[in-house]
């Protein structure tokens, strides 16, 4: 349903010079900075998936899902939507998609939900009686009836996400793209969110990409995960495999007297372990638990032997420390590499 392969999206950033002068030499020079938001992402979904698109802010997460609206037009690569270039058909390729973006609604923020509803009818030219069945269900499903005659500028940032997911799916569109839709709510308005999600994906099978930075979200929704950082896929397959691949292993979490070097730490590996983190004088390491591996036992005279320890805890990774280890990997493979120069 969708394909993109190798897509990049490069922003043009000018600099811009102040004063009368300053003006003349924005007209004249056009100084600019590449951001390169997207680079290099390719991926296949098939009809039905709930995707899960995850990555840290900045990431270039919206950046894909406006490309795939047809919002933007990429830098580079190929991008086909059920056959259809979203730019290039962008007027049959929106009949086809719905939309929401957690950060600004697509609802007229002076007119009441109802109005806004209306309106969205017919600029979809959605058929009467599939508009009162629509209606109907997204009203029970989202609790939309106590605020359907509210104006869009006085709801909740919960009312308001759950009108938007009901505009979004009113001309029965079989894929659906969710770009942030549980940011800043509460803990009630995201469960309730999420449940609807998965109704929409369930009952409908309607093709969802959901981006968010919420790993609840994806917990919650998402049996696969595309991964991105600074425009690139770290990680794309199911979400019990990267569980499944560190989960075996444990978390030895370490305080010590004072704040040691990272480099100190890379330079005098522990046995078994793999450091993953340094936050002032704690440090976390990564222990494989595998079959024959004597892990912790082998480990921890080392520790005390060779640092200043002043408490130790081992446990199981969260799902959270997977993924922060993964965005941090390079970061990590940079302190690990020095540290072994060092050494040799
Ligand atoms: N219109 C734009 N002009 C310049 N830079 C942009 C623009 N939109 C996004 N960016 C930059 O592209 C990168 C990716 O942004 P975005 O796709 O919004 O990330 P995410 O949604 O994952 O937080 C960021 O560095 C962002 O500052
Ligand atoms: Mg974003």
Redesign the pocket.
């Known amino acids: 349903m969708i394909h993109i392969h190798d897509l990049h999206k490069d ?1 043009r ?1 000018y600099r811009h010079h102040r004063g009368g002068l300053g003006a003349l030499r924005n007209l004249v020079t056009r100084e600019f900075q590449v ?1 390169r ?2 680079d290099g992402v390719s991926f296949d979904i098939a009809r039905g998936e709930l995707v899960g698109y995850l ?10 899902i ?1 490309i795939l609206t047809g919002i933007l037009v990429p830098t580079g690569g190929e991008v086909r939507v059920d056959g259809r270039v979203p730019w290039q058909q962008r007027r049959e390729h929106v009949a086809h998609i719905g939309v929401v973006f957690g950060q600004r609604t697509s609802l007229w923020w002076d007119l009441p939900v109802v109005e806004s509803f209306d309106l969205l009818r017919h600029i979809y030219h959605v058929p009467d009686a599939r508009f009162t069945r629509n209606m109907a269900h997204f009203e029970e499903l989202l609790e939309l009836g106590p605020f359907l005659n509210t104006p869009v500028r006085n709801l909740s940032l919960g009312q308001r996400m759950r009108a938007d997911l009901a505009a979004a799916l009113l001309h029965d569109p079989p894929l659906l793209f969710l ?2 839709p549980t940011i800043g709510l509460d803990v009630v308005a995201k469960e309730r969110i999420r449940q609807f999600i998965k109704a929409i994906n369930r009952e409908r099978s309607t093709t969802i990409i959901l ?1 968010t ?1 919420d790993l609840g979200d994806v917990e919650k929704l998402c049996e696969r995960v595309i991964m ?1 950082d600074h ?1 690139r896929t770290v990680y794309d397959g199911a979400l019990a495999d990267l569980r499944a691949r560190f989960g075996g292993d444990r978390v030895l979490a370490v305080e010590f007297e004072t704040t040691p070097e990272p480099a100190a730490l890379a330079g005098r590996p522990l046995p078994g372990a793999q450091l993953m983190r340094v936050e002032g004088n704690r440090a976390w390491f990564r222990v494989a638990q595998a079959n024959g591996s004597r892990g912790m036992a082998e480990l921890m005279p080392v520790l005390f032997r060779d640092f200043r320890v002043r408490d130790v805890s081992v446990g199981e990774p969260e799902i959270e420390e997977v993924v922060r280890q993964i965005y941090e990997g390079k970061l990590l493979t940079g302190v690990d590499d020095g540290g072994q120069t060092t050494a040799s």
Do not use: C
């Not at 990555?55 to 894909?64: I, L, M, V």
């Open positions: 922003f950033v951001v938001a997207v990555g840290p802010n900045g990431a270039g997460k919206s950046t894909t406006k770009d942030e981006t930075h991105i425009g």
